[in-house]
Each structure stands twice: as C-alpha cells, then as structure tokens.
C-alpha cells in the first residue's frame, strides 16, 4: 500500500500571525493563568501551502500580571500555548502576544498630578514664553485592557510543526 509522503512544515521562531481578541482581557478582573482565546485574521501561507487558515483559534493564558501602582499602570504578559483548527486538531505551539516593550502589556508611567508652569526666555526673538512642566509626583496607575475584537499579533517563540492542512 502506498502512503503519501508527506513531512510537514516547520514555521520558523520569530514568525507573526495577526490574530484578534475574542475576548476583553484586562488586569483589572483577571489574574495569572487567566486562559485567553485569540482567532487568525488571515489565511497564513507558507511554500505555497495554506498552514494556518483564517479563523483558526489560538489559546494561551496570562502568564505575568502586575497590579497599577503610584507611579506607574498595570501591565501583564500573554503566553501562547495552542493552536486549534477549524476541525478540532489541536497543535502545540511556544510564543507570546507581540509588543516592542518585550511583550508587556502596559507598564508605562502614570499621569503626573500636576503641571508646573515656567517660563523660558527666548534667545533670538527676547519673548518670555509660559510653557506647563510635568512634576516628579505621579498619579496612581490605570489598569491596562485588550478589549475584545482588538487587533494583535502573536510571535512564535520557537519553531511550529505543521503536520496537518485544511483544504476548502
């Protein structure tokens, strides 16, 4: 009996796949190991063959999570587990959704609480311009949402193999 050869496809680390939320996940409500769900936007092709179609579904959790502080917003981190097709094949997979900030979600620096105002002596023209500085005292920190049907992008932390294709 004669089997089709067939090897698969290996999706190298560093690959992205535009995914959207299905779901709000905020750090206001959710804790560490909060299992998230993502769906594909677009058919993903590789040497021609479609490896990842459209609304494949992607599951992972919240790996890190930091509550808002004085100072500075809430900020967490989501790791990527698997990847479900369309017909229930379930495929492990290693990444995290993408940001620069090293795939942290937040994290920046709170508002100030107030603007100090100063003036600052033109050389050329000699105007005093009135300009609002920002003060070293911070507000308390926000919490930070992916709301649902956000655009993202997941970025495969180690190599995917791909051993099973849907055709239409």
């Not at 937040?106 to 609002?132: A, C, D, F, N």
Request: net charge negative.
């Amino acid at each position: 009996m004669d089997i089709r050869d067939y090897d698969g496809i290996e999706v190298p680390a560093g690959t992205f796949i535009p995914v959207m939320s299905l779901q709000e996940i905020s750090t206001q409500y959710c804790s560490e190991g909060y299992k998230v769900k993502f769906a594909a936007t677009n058919d993903l092709f590789m040497h021609e063959t479609k490896i990842i179609p459209k609304d494949t579904e992607f599951y992972g959790y919240v790996e890190d999570l930091h509550d808002p502080v004085i100072g500075t917003n809430a900020s967490m981190k989501i790791r990527i587990n698997k990847m479900v097709y369309a017909d229930g094949f379930e495929v492990p997979v290693k990444g995290y959704l993408y940001t620069s900030n090293n795939n942290i979600y937040g994290g920046g620096i709170s508002e100030p609480v107030k603007y100090i105002k100063m003036s600052h002596r033109q050389q050329r023209v000699h105007y005093i311009t009135l300009q609002l500085k920002p003060s070293q005292e911070r507000k308390m920190g926000t919490h930070t949402t992916i709301t649902s049907g956000a655009n993202e992008i997941i970025m495969l932390t180690s190599p995917a193999w791909i051993t099973h294709t849907l055709t239409n």
